[in-house]
């Protein structure tokens, strides 16, 4: 450490008068202060203002908002029903298309391949897709994957719409693979060697110590990290608005067109005319805002429990 | 005997099988990947040169360019970086100078439950703040949307890398005499400074690629805007408009687009990765 020099010195600290050091000492205690408590507020804030801007709708609808099957802006009767439907099925058909691959990459690489070429190829390449945009996977999605999916519904017989809940379940299985596998990885790492190693010392195979040892051990941390990338899943906006079809009808199979919470928003936000239609809408965002809040909170507890780093 | 022999080929049987499965998994995770980069790699490449890079949208039939969206992701980034930045810095030194303290907690966990956030609510949110009271769409909302997704990375690689810093070198500084703030200021931040740098600019490429918090802040602009209180085009935005248009010319347009957005979001990736191996300092 060379940073602090001679001249720092001079100039510096200790030629300062008493006083004044402890003036800028104060202002730097009370900007660190205030930079917190500004963190805090835009939290809070982010929270508030989503309760007053969706206030008319809550009054207006009520509970009555999320059972409702009606979406009509025209007849002014709003029910997000259609919208929660789509996002929950979307993110628990990504998460079970994802579950296997991002499972099997995180025990291949904190188990088998620690190193060589191939975990290295694996590993730059689940950073690589970590770090696409979204916008770009819808656009692939949409471009490469709906005709793909189109064809396969003309076999099967079913309208051949292409987009759909499928169809975005698969982009946004591909997207949550990297961040659930890195997760799962970090919390597979986390299980004692010693562990491992009495296991087979008593002959196990390996993957008799995986099921019989790892798996056990690590399960808090990998339902936490399904938990977590469930609610990447949740959120996701861009790629789902471009491959879900855009309907506001209650999808009737995985085939059909639908809208999740998230791509309702980003299609009509602009064009919603009226108080009552903005403020649908918030309250979509609020319900975001709150599920997303109660699963990471969840999701996070655990993590720390068991002091895994992000 | 034999039952034992039979039984332990059976399990080993087993334990290749198991291998080969996740083998396989592990390399079909890959093919998307390929698939991706593959299409954006062709069809991008067809669409770029100097003309496309350097010149203005144009009507549909019109050969233009995505100049605007390149200036304008450059810009919102640009303020998006001094609103965080500061912010995010001395956040992240007050959550671990002050470990101890309840504020300081309540901070940690709600900068976690910030990352968590979809992107498209903290979109409703600067509209709801910034675009209404203005009444237009603006490139300040826009970077208000991407500051707010900056923060809480920036927030943590902060924390984490001045944890690393030992307890020592600060005491060492304070010893000398050293005012505290100077302390933090000459002696912990220049010796974090490889993993806050890291944490930036890794936060600066995630917020590059996104579309949902500037659908109704940044809007986008046919044009070129420089202006804080117009609204303005960003890579993301053009892709999207571009995309999901009914014209061949303008999708083709958007593979470019794609191709530039992941050759800047990988550049950054590629300097963070840098300056995480050879600028690290360890004590």
Same mark, same amino acid.
């Not at chain 1, 720092?8 to 730097?28: N, P, Q």
């Not at chain 1, 010693?194 to 195979?205: H, Q, R, S, V």
């Not at chain 1, 975001?288 to 969840?298: E, G, H, K, P, Q």
């Not at chain 2, 890079?53 to 303020?79: F, H, R």
């Given at each position: 450490m060379s940073r602090i020099s001679c001249k720092?010195?001079?100039?510096?600290?200790?030629?300062?008068?008493?006083?004044?050091?402890?003036?800028?000492? $104060?202002? +730097?205690r009370l900007l660190l202060v205030a930079a917190a408590i500004t963190s805090v507020f835009i939290v809070m804030g982010i929270f508030v203002s989503l309760l007053l801007?969706?206030?008319?709708?809550?009054?207006? +609808?009520?509970?009555? +908002?999320?059972?409702?099957?009606?979406?009509?802006?025209a007849a002014k009767t709003?029910?997000?029903?259609?919208?929660?439907?789509?996002?929950?099925s979307t993110s628990f058909l990504a998460l079970l298309i994802s579950i296997p691959f991002s499972f099997a990459s995180a025990i291949y690489l904190s188990l088998y391949l620690k190193n060589g070429w191939f975990s290295g190829l694996l590993k730059f390449s689940v950073e690589l897709l970590a770090g696409i945009p979204s916008i770009i996977y819808g656009f692939w999605g949409l471009f490469v994957l709906v005709p793909i999916v189109r064809s396969f519904e003309i076999k099967l017989g079913f309208i051949p719409y292409g987009v759909g809940i499928l169809t975005a379940s698969v982009i946004l299985a591909v997207m949550i693979i990297p961040f659930a596998s890195s997760m799962a990885a970090e919390v597979i790492k986390l299980v004692p060697q010693?562990?491992?190693?009495?296991? &087979?010392?008593?002959?196990?195979?390996r993957f008799e110590v995986i099921k019989n040892i790892v798996i056990p051990y690590a399960q808090g941390g990998i339902f936490s990290g399904i938990l977590l990338a469930f609610g990447r899943a949740f959120g996701e906006t861009m790629a789902v608005t471009m491959v879900i079809g855009n309907s506001n009808a209650i999808p009737k199979n995985i085939f059909s067109p639908s809208n999740s919470m998230a791509s309702v928003i980003a299609n009509e &936000? $602009?064009?919603?005319?009226?108080?009552?239609?903005?403020?649908?809408?918030?309250?979509?965002?609020?319900?975001? +805002?709150?599920?997303? &809040?109660?699963?990471?909170?969840?999701?996070?507890?655990?993590?720390?429990?068991?002091?895994?780093?992000? | 005997m034999n039952d034992m022999v039979k039984k332990l080929k059976l399990r080993q049987i087993q334990d290749k099988l198991f291998t080969a499965i996740i083998g396989i998994f592990s390399i079909a995770m890959l093919l998307p990947l390929f698939f991706i980069l593959f299409y954006i790699i062709k069809n991008g490449a067809a669409a770029i040169n100097?003309? !496309?890079?350097?010149?203005?949208?144009?009507?549909?039939?019109?050969?233009?360019?995505?100049?605007?969206?390149?200036?304008?992701?450059?810009?919102?980034?640009?303020?998006?970086?001094?609103?965080?930045?500061?912010?995010?810095? !001395?956040?992240?030194?007050?959550?671990?100078? /002050?470990?101890k303290n309840k504020l300081a907690a309540a901070v940690s966990s709600l900068t976690d439950l910030l990352q968590g956030v979809p992107s498209i609510v903290i979109g409703i949110v600067c509209y709801l703040w910034i675009v209404l009271p203005l009444k237009? !769409?603006?490139?300040?909302?826009?970077?208000?949307?991407?500051?707010?997704?900056?923060?809480?990375?920036?927030?943590?690689?902060?924390?984490?890398?001045?944890?690393?810093v030992p307890e020592s070198l600060k005491e060492a500084s304070l010893a000398l005499g050293t005012p505290y703030y100077r302390t933090v200021i000459k002696v912990m931040l220049p010796a974090a400074a490889s993993g806050i740098l890291t944490g930036i600019i890794l936060s600066v490429s995630r917020?590059?690629?996104?579309?949902?918090?500037?659908? /109704?802040?940044a809007f986008g602009n046919p044009f070129m805007n420089f202006s804080i209180d117009k609204p303005v085009n960003s890579l993301p935005l053009l892709i999207f408009n571009y995309a999901t248009s009914p014209f061949s010319d303008w999708q083709k347009q958007a593979w470019g687009a794609s191709l530039i957005l992941i050759i800047m979001i990988s550049v950054l990736n590629i300097i963070s990765k840098f300056m995480e191996h050879k600028w690290k300092t360890t004590y």
């Open positions: 720092d010195y001079r100039s510096g600290s200790l030629e300062e008068k008493g006083s004044l050091r402890i003036v800028k000492e $104060t202002l +730097f801007g969706s206030w008319k709708s809550i009054n207006e +609808f009520g509970l009555n +908002f999320i059972w409702s099957s009606t979406w009509n802006p709003f029910g997000a029903l259609p919208f929660v439907i789509g996002t929950v010693d562990l491992k190693e009495a296991g &087979f010392a008593m002959g196990a195979t &936000f $602009t064009e919603a005319r009226g108080d009552l239609y903005l403020s649908s809408l918030i309250e979509i965002g609020l319900l975001l +805002f709150a599920i997303s &809040f109660i699963v990471n909170a969840i999701g996070n507890r655990i993590m720390k429990k068991m002091d895994v780093k992000k | 100097w003309h !496309f890079i350097t010149s203005l949208p144009k009507p549909v039939g019109q050969t233009g360019g995505i100049s605007n969206a390149i200036v304008g992701t450059i810009e919102l980034i640009g303020i998006a970086s001094l609103i965080a930045i500061p912010l995010a810095l !001395f956040t992240g030194i007050y959550i671990k100078e /002050f470990e237009s !769409f603006s490139l300040l909302s826009g970077a208000v949307a991407l500051a707010i997704m900056m923060l809480p990375m920036i927030i943590k690689s902060t924390y984490h890398s001045l944890r690393l917020v590059a690629g996104e579309t949902a918090p500037l659908l /109704f802040t």
